[in-house]
């Protein structure tokens, strides 16, 4: 065995070197060399040896004049190369002590007392070191130096410098070496590794070590105490030798776990494992890495093999708090005891817990709250359930985030944002979107400008997109509330749970808990909040409660928000951005997005800085390369950056894989193992794990991002074989867990890790297993179903079963356009027209198509283009006749007809009207029937055939009864009977039969009260035709009496109609004298006209705002207003507002001086007032005659 050697180095040291050498001998050591400031003694026993450090530690801090230094750096090289010098043939440690600083600062940087199992940080392994004993040949290259360094002594932050690793990957390489050695222990690994022996106190006896205190002292710690009840059937004993067995393999189950998150074992006490984390070095996230162990126990326990004749059930408890540290005899050596009120709080939580659950003492749980799913527990003290890890936590959490690899060659990237954080710091809100093709490293530089956030004690909230859900509206945000205010998924308070977590922000956001319900698909539906609002102001009402959540939260500290994958996100998450970007809250706000250079259309990128990300340069290439693998060979360093093409992923992947391949020939292996795309050398990476296929495949399928329990149900695999898998991809750094055992979520690190495996399925396998998972979401998961219909869908899709998936795409889209999210609704419809396509023809397949059209005519609305909009339609009608189903023909040619009259095809519009109501017969579908004739109603109505109107709108009024209770509404549009009103007030109101339309109007207004759901769309018809008929009769101060209050209504929520609104509106202004007001309503009306693209009205605004023009004198541009109105009306049919302008020309003709063309145009508008029967027009014109002296 090599000697050890101590080196204690010392300064200022008033006594001399005696009380060393003296506490030396009385520990069993020999003094073999003095200098003026260090003393080197020989100890057999590292024991020994570190009972003297503590021994002279104390004898320090009792006498005042004597002072030992903090010996690192020079003093520390000195003293280890005199050893190496004069006893080349020992291991030397530095033995140098830190009296000057307190338990708890200390323990952030060194060891002040560290335990036999954890020899100092400061350790130098010296020469001669024996060559690896047979049991490390398991160990692969990389391995084997982790394992070297580590047992010089090495930090983890030290190998990985010295690896060019990152820390994560260098504890993932520990945890293997410990599994593969069969030890638990470094002290174990130190003796496996130099064949030293722990029985060497015989064979080398030793001076007798003097009497010296035991080691004490109070430190901040965090246990985790398991409690294990083993059980057999039929509640027999079990024997003590079979309890240990249990005992002794779940903790060398969870040994490399607690490794990894640099937790150490504590004393062993009956069926309770004994978990310490914050010793010897501390660390501020020590609660929250305990509770991430807790959590991650849960699942190895279960993936366990255990004894298969029992059962086995674990409760654990958690606690933090101040204790007493103090070394007890165990075996041969030393052992770490702990003592102390949060130790017994941990044992009483793990008590209570019972099986499967995970308690927290009150004290530690307020520090988990915000990063850990918490409910209440009956239990000591207050405690608290863990139940989970929050998807998205409130503040950003380094340790437990996914690593994104070290971030090279964007030091002047990082320095504009870091430039921005501050100037958000000072009130002015910045937004950053940071593009670039996959793999380039927009994540990692994201996330170092939120840990430099974090460091300044700002709020941090992550979102991240997916593309199964990119056209759910707010389902980010929807995600991340979920997992703050419903934690535990209690279905029968959520409500309650919502109101509470939003209350702590303001009585305003708890009064805002009916439109979260509704972006969460929580609550009823029908919630009376809602049933005064139109889907419009339903959507304004979802995105102005999301952003004042998100500000509220920024109150306090400054806010940064990371939105990652934003080329996934659906239109209303994006709005919400860009209203917080726009936001003028005088609070400290940086918004920093990630998305891909495509599907990034749209306003909202206004409202962002885009920062684009290129390939790294050859020199940061290279210095990431030689960070991943040793590489030395030039030629093949230039061979792999050229192959990367600066992209940081690519080459992080491509030097591992050279890393651990084969070193014959080394040249070579580039152009011949190493695939030359990165999705390639993904999926050979997932190949030399050796996983299980189906497994993993499934996995893949689910999204990125998957459910342990789901996966476990879709693959019908054990959930051992699942959780072994689970366990391999996170120890490779593949995967991030979420959430305990029971709702565990895991996170591919990377989309590229998805799409690699996923696109190695083959296509017959891929469609087999979603439409597998589509299956089992239904029967196991019907609330999930019942939420998120385009998930089912989603998988039914790439499952090969487009039809099936059709009602839910339709069942989504209505939801989204519920929410006036109509983006989303079209391209949820899109994607499953697309589907359809591909399918062979039966009935089911025709009924879908056609449904599905419909529903896109309805979502696109009047923002669709007016031919693409016509083209489903015919399509729709042609389906239908293929189908022989009159109900959805009529559907298609009623709305066909619609659209034609919007579009100014009015003559086709009546011809397709006629013919649809002369082949719907009204037994078939009354409702449908009814539909045709108001259709056709509208088009003769825009022809100036107003007797027609008023036929047509009345036999449907006489059909419907009358009977507003019936919620006949197609989405988006009116109430029939209603519908029927408006076209019967106006048709009368033309022709001047004003006391008819007083009777509707009366009628209708008494009938409103009993109207079903929301009368706001009614209500403004309804408005509309009342204030035609008053200008017509000119009441133009009723007019505007009715029009002004509902100018809000229409601007916000049905845009739509402001062309007529304001034009009505602005007419009655110039007729009561306020000319000025009325042209600028005109004007607006043109405008809003003109933006929604339809002609039919557009004749009637350009009149209208001619007369205004003319009125206000400025004579040209009224006559060419009017001109072109009537230009429009011959062109399209409109015979009315044709008559109506051509004597607006007759006056303008008139005051010009040309009565010759004056008289003519009077006489074209008086045949057509007679023609048409427009009463008030044949008023007007016998008016203009008489004033202007024309014959008759």
Same mark, same amino acid.
């Given at each position: 065995?090599?000697?050890?050697?101590?080196?204690?180095?010392?300064?200022?040291?008033?006594?001399?070197?005696?009380?060393?050498?003296?506490?030396?001998?009385?520990?069993?050591?020999?003094?073999?060399?003095?200098?003026?400031?260090?003393?080197?003694?020989?100890?057999?026993?590292?024991?020994?040896?570190?009972?003297?450090?503590?021994?002279?530690?104390?004898?320090?801090?009792?006498?005042?004049?004597?002072?030992?230094?903090?010996?690192?750096?020079?003093?520390?090289?000195?003293?280890?190369?005199?050893?190496?010098?004069?006893?080349?043939?020992?291991?030397?440690?530095?033995?140098?002590?830190?009296?000057?600083?307190?338990?708890?600062?200390?323990?952030?940087?060194?060891?002040?007392?560290?335990?036999?199992?954890?020899?100092?940080?400061?350790?130098?392994?010296?020469?001669?070191?024996?060559?690896?004993?047979?049991?490390?040949?398991?160990?692969?290259?990389?391995?084997?130096?982790?394992?070297?360094?580590?047992?010089?002594?090495?930090?983890?932050?030290?190998?990985?410098?010295?690896?060019?690793?990152?820390?994560?990957?260098?504890?993932?390489?520990?945890?293997?070496?410990?599994?593969?050695?069969?030890?638990?222990?470094?002290?174990?690994?130190?003796?496996?590794?130099?064949?030293?022996?722990?029985?060497?106190?015989?064979?080398?006896?030793?001076?007798?070590?003097?009497?010296?205190?035991?080691?004490?002292?109070?430190?901040?710690?965090?246990?985790?105490?398991?409690?294990?009840?083993?059980?057999?059937?039929?509640?027999?004993?079990?024997?003590?030798?079979?309890?240990?067995?249990?005992?002794?393999?779940?903790?060398?189950?969870?040994?490399?776990?607690?490794?990894?998150?640099?937790?150490?074992?504590?004393?062993?006490?009956?069926?309770?494992?004994?978990?310490?984390?914050?010793?010897?070095?501390?660390?501020?996230?020590?609660?929250?890495?305990?509770?991430?162990?807790?959590?991650?126990?849960?699942?190895?326990?279960?993936?366990?093999?255990?004894?298969?004749?029992?059962?086995?059930?674990?409760?654990?408890?958690?606690?933090?708090?101040?204790?007493?540290?103090?070394?007890?005899?165990?075996?041969?050596?030393?052992?770490?005891?702990?003592?102390?009120?949060?130790?017994?709080?941990?044992?009483?939580?793990?008590?209570?817990?019972?099986?499967?659950?995970?308690?927290?003492?009150?004290?530690?749980?307020?520090?988990?709250?915000?990063?850990?799913?918490?409910?209440?527990?009956?239990?000591?003290?207050?405690?608290?359930?863990?139940?989970?890890?929050?998807?998205?936590?409130?503040?950003?959490?380094?340790?437990?985030?996914?690593?994104?690899?070290?971030?090279?060659?964007?030091?002047?990237?990082?320095?504009?944002?870091?430039?921005?954080?501050?100037?958000?710091?000072?009130?002015?809100?910045?937004?950053?979107?940071?593009?670039?093709?996959?793999?380039?490293?927009?994540?990692?530089?994201?996330?170092?400008?939120?840990?430099?956030?974090?460091?300044?004690?700002?709020?941090?909230?992550?979102?991240?997109?997916?593309?199964?859900?990119?056209?759910?509206?707010?389902?980010?945000?929807?995600?991340?509330?979920?997992?703050?205010?419903?934690?535990?998924?209690?279905?029968?308070?959520?409500?309650?749970?919502?109101?509470?977590?939003?209350? /702590?922000?303001?009585?305003?956001? =708890?009064? *805002? !808990? #009916?439109? &979260?319900? +509704?972006?969460?698909?929580?609550?009823? $539906? %029908?919630?009376?909040?809602?049933?005064?609002?139109?889907?419009?102001?339903?959507?304004?009402?979802?995105?102005?409660?999301?952003? /004042?959540?998100?500000?509220?939260? =920024?109150? *306090? !500290? #400054?806010? &940064?928000? +990371?939105?990652?994958?934003?080329?996934? $996100? %659906?239109?209303?998450?994006?709005?919400?951005?860009?209203?917080?970007?726009?936001?003028?809250?005088?609070?400290?706000?940086?918004?920093?997005?990630?998305?891909?250079?495509?599907?990034?259309?749209?306003?909202?990128?206004?409202?962002?800085?885009?920062?684009?990300?290129?390939?790294?340069?050859?020199?940061?290439?290279?210095?990431?390369?030689?960070?991943?693998?040793?590489?030395?060979?030039?030629?093949?360093?230039?061979?792999?950056?050229?192959?990367?093409?600066?992209?940081?992923?690519?080459?992080?992947?491509?030097?591992?894989?050279?890393?651990?391949?084969?070193?014959?020939?080394?040249?070579?292996?580039?152009?011949?193992?190493?695939?030359?795309?990165?999705?390639?050398?993904?999926?050979?990476?997932?190949?030399?794990?050796?996983?299980?296929?189906?497994?993993?495949?499934?996995?893949?399928?689910?999204?990125?991002?998957?459910?342990?329990?789901?996966?476990?149900?879709?693959?019908?695999?054990?959930?051992?074989?699942?959780?072994?898998?689970?366990?391999?991809?996170?120890?490779?750094?593949?995967?991030?867990?979420?959430?305990?055992?029971?709702?565990?979520?895991?996170?591919?690190?990377?989309?590229?890790?998805?799409?690699?495996?996923?696109?190695?399925?083959?296509?017959?396998?891929?469609?087999?297993?979603?439409?597998?998972?589509?299956?089992?979401?239904?029967?196991?998961?019907?609330?999930?179903?019942?939420?998120?219909?385009?998930?089912?869908?989603?998988?039914?899709?790439?499952?090969?079963?487009?039809?099936?998936?059709?009602?839910?795409?339709?069942?989504?889209?209505?939801?989204?356009?519920?929410?006036?999210?109509?983006?989303?609704?079209?391209?949820?419809?899109?994607?499953?027209?697309?589907?359809?396509?591909?399918?062979?023809?039966?009935?089911?397949?025709?009924?879908?198509?056609?449904?599905?059209?419909?529903?896109?005519?309805?979502?696109?609305?009047?923002?669709?283009?007016?031919?693409?909009?016509?083209?489903?339609?015919?399509?729709?009608?042609?389906?239908?006749?293929?189908?022989?189903?009159?109900?959805?023909?009529?559907?298609?040619?009623?709305?066909?007809?619609?659209?034609?009259?919007?579009?100014?095809?009015?003559?086709?519009?009546?011809?397709?009207?006629?013919?649809?109501?002369?082949?719907?017969?009204?037994?078939?579908?009354?409702?449908?029937?009814?539909?045709?004739?108001?259709?056709?109603?509208?088009?003769?109505?825009?022809?100036?055939?107003?007797?027609?109107?008023?036929?047509?709108?009345?036999?449907?009024?006489?059909?419907?009864?009358?009977?507003?209770?019936?919620?006949?509404?197609?989405?988006?549009?009116?109430?029939?009977?209603?519908?029927?009103?408006?076209?019967?007030?106006?048709?009368?109101?033309?022709?001047?039969?004003?006391?008819?339309?007083?009777?509707?109007?009366?009628?209708?207004?008494?009938?409103?009260?009993?109207?079903?759901?929301?009368?706001?769309?009614?209500?403004?018809?309804?408005?509309?035709?009342?204030?035609?008929?008053?200008?017509?009769?000119?009441?133009?101060?009723?007019?505007?009496?009715?029009?002004?209050?509902?100018?809000?209504?229409?601007?916000?929520?049905?845009?739509?109609?402001?062309?007529?609104?304001?034009?009505?509106?602005?007419?009655?202004?110039?007729?009561?004298?306020?000319?000025?007001?009325?042209?600028?309503?005109?004007?607006?009306?043109?405008?809003?006209?003109?933006?929604?693209?339809?002609?039919?009205?557009?004749?009637?605004?350009?009149?209208?705002?001619?007369?205004?023009?003319?009125?206000?004198?400025?004579?040209?541009?009224?006559?060419?207003?009017?001109?072109?109105?009537?230009?429009?009306?011959?062109?399209?049919?409109?015979?009315?507002?044709?008559?109506?302008?051509?004597?607006?020309?007759?006056?303008?003709?008139?005051?010009?001086?040309?009565?010759?063309?004056?008289?003519?145009?009077?006489?074209?508008?008086?045949?057509?007032?007679?023609?048409?029967?427009?009463?008030?027009?044949?008023?007007?014109?016998?008016?203009?005659?008489?004033?202007?002296?024309?014959?008759?």
């Amino acid at each position: 065995m090599k000697n050890l050697y101590f080196c204690f180095i010392f300064s200022n040291l008033i006594q001399g070197n005696a009380s060393i050498q003296r506490l030396a001998e009385q520990h069993g050591g020999q003094v073999v060399q003095q200098g003026d400031t260090h003393l080197i003694c020989r100890f057999r026993l590292v024991q020994d040896g570190l009972r003297c450090i503590s021994a002279i530690r104390e004898s320090a801090l009792t006498d005042a004049k004597s002072q030992l230094s903090v010996g690192i750096s020079k003093l520390g090289e000195q003293a280890a190369h005199a050893i190496a010098r004069h006893h080349p043939d020992g291991i030397g440690l530095d033995g140098t002590v830190f009296p000057d600083l307190d338990s708890q600062s200390a323990a952030r940087f060194v060891p002040i007392r560290p335990a036999p199992e954890n020899l100092p940080e400061a350790a130098l392994w010296w020469q001669d070191r024996p060559e690896p004993t047979a049991p490390l040949s398991v160990l692969t290259e990389r391995e084997h130096a982790v394992a070297t360094l580590y047992a010089q002594g090495h930090t983890y932050q030290e190998i990985a410098q010295t690896l060019s690793r990152a820390p994560a990957t260098i504890r993932t390489h520990l945890a293997a070496i410990y599994r593969k050695l069969n030890v638990s222990s470094k002290v174990e690994l130190l003796h496996l590794f130099h064949g030293t022996s722990q029985t060497s106190a015989t064979a080398h006896p030793a001076q007798e070590p003097g009497p010296a205190a035991p080691l004490s002292e109070r430190r901040l710690l965090t246990f985790v105490v398991i409690e294990i009840a083993v059980s057999v059937p039929g509640g027999g004993t079990v024997d003590i030798e079979t309890q240990l067995t249990v005992v002794d393999r779940i903790s060398q189950c969870l040994a490399p776990e607690l490794a990894r998150l640099d937790g150490v074992w504590g004393h062993q006490f009956g069926q309770r494992l004994l978990a310490c984390f914050g010793w010897p070095d501390a660390d501020e996230d020590d609660a929250l890495t305990a509770a991430s162990f807790a959590l991650r126990a849960q699942v190895l326990i279960a993936a366990a093999t255990l004894p298969a004749s029992v059962t086995v059930q674990c409760g654990i408890g958690l606690a933090s708090g101040i204790c007493v540290l103090r070394d007890v005899t165990q075996g041969n050596g030393l052992a770490k005891a702990f003592f102390g009120q949060n130790l017994m709080a941990a044992e009483r939580c793990a008590q209570h817990a019972g099986p499967g659950r995970i308690l927290a003492d009150a004290t530690m749980a307020r520090a988990l709250t915000g990063f850990f799913n918490l409910s209440p527990d009956h239990g000591p003290g207050g405690c608290m359930e863990i139940t989970g890890q929050v998807s998205a936590p409130v503040r950003y959490i380094s340790r437990i985030h996914p690593a994104h690899g070290p971030l090279v060659g964007r030091a002047d990237e990082l320095a504009l944002l870091t430039n921005r954080w501050s100037r958000a710091r000072q009130r002015t809100c910045q937004a950053i979107l940071l593009t670039g093709d996959a793999g380039i490293g927009k994540s990692r530089l994201a996330h170092a400008i939120a840990q430099k956030a974090l460091e300044t004690n700002a709020t941090i909230i992550a979102f991240q997109s997916a593309p199964q859900y990119q056209n759910t509206p707010l389902w980010p945000f929807a995600r991340w509330l979920a997992a703050q205010a419903l934690p535990d998924g209690d279905q029968a308070n959520q409500l309650a749970q919502l109101y509470r977590y939003l209350a /702590q922000f303001g009585e305003t956001l =708890g009064q *805002s !808990t #009916p439109f &979260f319900a +509704l972006m969460l698909g929580i609550g009823p $539906a %029908d919630h009376d909040t809602f049933a005064t609002l139109s889907p419009k102001q339903r959507r304004e009402g979802m995105l102005d409660a999301v952003v /004042q959540l998100i500000l509220a939260m =920024g109150k *306090s !500290t #400054p806010l &940064f928000l +990371l939105f990652e994958d934003l080329h996934w $996100a %659906d239109s209303s998450s994006r709005e919400v951005l860009a209203r917080l970007a726009a936001s003028r809250s005088g609070l400290s706000i940086m918004i920093v997005a990630t998305a891909r250079n495509e599907g990034l259309d749209g306003d909202w990128k206004s409202s962002f800085d885009q920062l684009g990300l290129s390939g790294l340069d050859q020199r940061s290439a290279m210095i990431l390369a030689r960070r991943v693998a040793p590489i030395q060979n030039a030629h093949l360093l230039d061979t792999l950056v050229a192959q990367a093409g600066g992209v940081p992923l690519f080459i992080e992947e491509l030097s591992r894989s050279l890393a651990t391949t084969p070193h014959d020939p080394l040249e070579n292996r580039i152009a011949s193992e190493v695939p030359d795309t990165l999705t390639a050398l993904l999926a050979a990476r997932f190949d030399g794990l050796a996983l299980n296929a189906a497994i993993l495949h499934h996995a893949a399928c689910i999204g990125r991002d998957f459910h342990r329990d789901l996966l476990i149900a879709v693959t019908d695999h054990p959930a051992k074989e699942v959780d072994a898998m689970i366990a391999s991809l996170i120890e490779a750094g593949l995967v991030d867990q979420h959430g305990s055992a029971s709702q565990a979520v895991f996170i591919f690190r990377h989309a590229l890790f998805r799409d690699a495996i996923y696109g190695r399925i083959l296509r017959s396998e891929r469609q087999a297993m979603h439409a597998r998972i589509a299956e089992v979401i239904n029967q196991q998961y019907p609330e999930l179903a019942a939420r998120h219909p385009e998930l089912v869908g989603y998988h039914l899709l790439q499952g090969g079963d487009p039809v099936t998936s059709a009602p839910l795409l339709i069942a989504a889209a209505r939801a989204a356009m519920a929410k006036a999210s109509y983006p989303e609704a079209s391209a949820l419809i899109e994607c499953g027209l697309d589907a359809l396509t591909t399918q062979d023809e039966t009935p089911e397949q025709l009924a879908q198509g056609i449904d599905l059209r419909f529903l896109a005519y309805a979502a696109r609305g009047l923002r669709g283009n007016p031919d693409k909009l016509l083209s489903l339609l015919k399509d729709a009608e042609v389906l239908a006749q293929r189908l022989d189903d009159p109900v959805r023909l009529c559907k298609a040619l009623s709305s066909q007809t619609y659209l034609m009259a919007s579009a100014g095809q009015i003559q086709a519009a009546i011809k397709v009207g006629k013919r649809n109501v002369a082949q719907m017969r009204l037994a078939v579908d009354r409702n449908m029937f009814v539909m045709g004739k108001l259709m056709l109603s509208r088009a003769l109505y825009a022809s100036g055939q107003y007797n027609e109107t008023v036929l047509h709108s009345t036999r449907s009024l006489a059909l419907l009864d009358r009977d507003v209770t019936a919620d006949n509404r197609e989405i988006g549009l009116l109430n029939q009977v209603y519908n029927a009103f408006g076209w019967a007030i106006l048709g009368h109101a033309e022709m001047g039969a004003f006391t008819e339309a007083e009777a509707l109007i009366d009628e209708a207004t008494g009938l409103l009260p009993h109207l079903t759901g929301n009368s706001a769309h009614e209500r403004l018809w309804l408005a509309l035709a009342v204030a035609r008929k008053c200008l017509l009769a000119g009441d133009h101060a009723g007019a505007v009496g009715i029009l002004e209050p509902e100018l809000d209504l229409c601007a916000n929520h049905y845009p739509a109609y402001l062309p007529r609104i304001y034009s009505t509106l602005g007419a009655s202004y110039i007729a009561s004298g306020r000319i000025e007001r009325g042209r600028t309503l005109l004007q607006e009306a043109e405008t809003e006209a003109y933006a929604i693209g339809f002609r039919f009205g557009l004749a009637q605004v350009l009149i209208l705002l001619g007369n205004a023009l003319w009125v206000s004198g400025d004579t040209d541009a009224a006559l060419a207003k009017i001109d072109a109105g009537v230009s429009l009306a011959q062109d399209i049919g409109e015979q009315g507002n044709e008559a109506w302008g051509l004597l607006a020309k007759a006056r303008i003709a008139q005051d010009n001086g040309a009565a010759q063309h004056a008289q003519a145009f009077l006489l074209r508008s008086e045949q057509l007032a007679q023609t048409l029967d427009i009463r008030p027009l044949q008023n007007a014109c016998t008016r203009f005659r008489s004033a202007s002296g024309f014959e008759g």
